[in-house]
């Protein structure tokens, strides 16, 4: 099988890569604001929201990182193998944030059914 070459300009590279890092950062800025606001929030809702806002914090800085690998990809078969690698890494971890997020609200709610002593 023959190995298709992405013929991709080494400045191209390089403002992509810098647009990344300048997306990063708005997003890490992002998120330290969302921290913050989610403190004043009570009860068990600032727990889910916390949990909630870590979660999708790690989804983006694995978004960041795919696309720091597809912009270093010199062949067509190496992109497509690092789209699937992050396609199915996604799946696997959507499952299991779910699974968290529901233990959590499943947690709040037979909290908040508890009789007040």
Same mark, same amino acid.
């Given at each position: 099988?023959?190995?298709?070459?992405?013929?991709?300009?080494?400045?191209?590279?390089?403002?992509?890569?810098?647009?990344?890092?300048?997306?990063?950062?708005?997003?890490?800025?992002?998120?330290?604001?969302?921290?913050?606001?989610?403190?004043?929030? /009570?009860? /068990?809702?600032?727990?889910?929201?916390?949990?909630?806002?870590?979660?999708?914090?790690?989804?983006?800085?694995?978004? =960041?990182?795919?696309?720091?690998?597809?912009?270093?990809?010199?062949?067509?078969?190496?992109?497509?193998?690092?789209?699937?690698? =992050?396609?199915?890494?996604? =799946?696997?971890?959507?499952?299991?944030?779910?699974?968290?997020?529901?233990?959590?609200?499943?947690?709040?709610?037979?909290?908040?059914?508890? /009789?007040?002593?």
């Amino acid at each position: 099988m023959t190995q298709t070459k992405l013929e991709v300009p080494a400045e191209l590279r390089d403002l992509a890569e810098k647009t990344i890092s300048q997306a990063e950062k708005a997003f890490e800025m992002f998120f330290d604001a969302a921290g913050k606001s989610i403190g004043t929030v /009570p009860g /068990p809702a600032a727990d889910i929201s916390k949990q909630a806002l870590t979660l999708t914090e790690q989804n983006i800085k694995t978004a =960041f990182e795919h696309a720091r690998k597809l912009v270093h990809a010199t062949e067509l078969e190496e992109a497509m193998r690092i789209q699937s690698e =992050f396609l199915r890494s996604q =799946f696997t971890n959507a499952g299991e944030h779910m699974k968290t997020i529901t233990a959590s609200i499943m947690s709040a709610a037979s909290k908040a059914t508890e /009789p007040k002593s």
